[in-house]
């Protein structure tokens, strides 16, 4: 298990509260031995004027699940964990309901990790793909 054991879904929502994450309604809705997964809803935050979800909404939905696992992975009161850099590939529309996004370690790296999320509609296809490169950085 890469997350420490007594990491909750409620730690990790009521991180967001305030912020883009509670905005866009994201919430984290599973923690596996290697992945994180939350969720996102397709409306009127979300989409874009042609009624699709917006894939700067993916991006967000891919950024806050890597930045918050690999913020997990590390001892925060010694290191933080930012994005470095981001891509996406918008692979299927999405017009309604609810997409969720899972992210799994790439690369567990002491200065840099690497994650992938990949973001599904609610048929289980694949609507994006993403990878992020996360700087580690000493506290100081």
Not at 59 to 74: I, W
Not at 78 to 91: F, S
Not at 98 to 106: A, C, D, L, S, Y
Request: hydrophobic share 40%.
């Amino acid at each position: 298990m890469i997350f420490p054991a007594n990491l909750s879904l409620e730690t990790l929502n009521n991180m967001g509260k305030g912020t883009m994450t509670d905005f866009l309604d994201i919430r984290f809705t599973h923690i596996g031995d290697d992945f994180l997964e939350a969720t996102m809803p397709v409306n009127s935050k979300t989409k874009q004027p042609l009624g699709l979800l917006h894939g700067g909404a993916n991006v967000v939905l891919a950024e806050t699940l890597g930045s918050v696992a690999a913020t997990m992975t590390v001892d925060q009161r010694e290191q933080y964990c930012v994005g470095l850099e981001i891509n996406a590939n918008h692979l299927k529309s999405v017009k309604s309901g609810i997409v969720k996004g899972i992210t799994k370690p790439i690369h567990l790296g002491k200065k840099t990790q690497v994650w992938e999320i990949k973001i599904f509609n609610e048929d289980d296809e694949l609507s994006c793909i993403s990878r992020i490169t996360i700087a580690v950085i000493e506290r100081k």
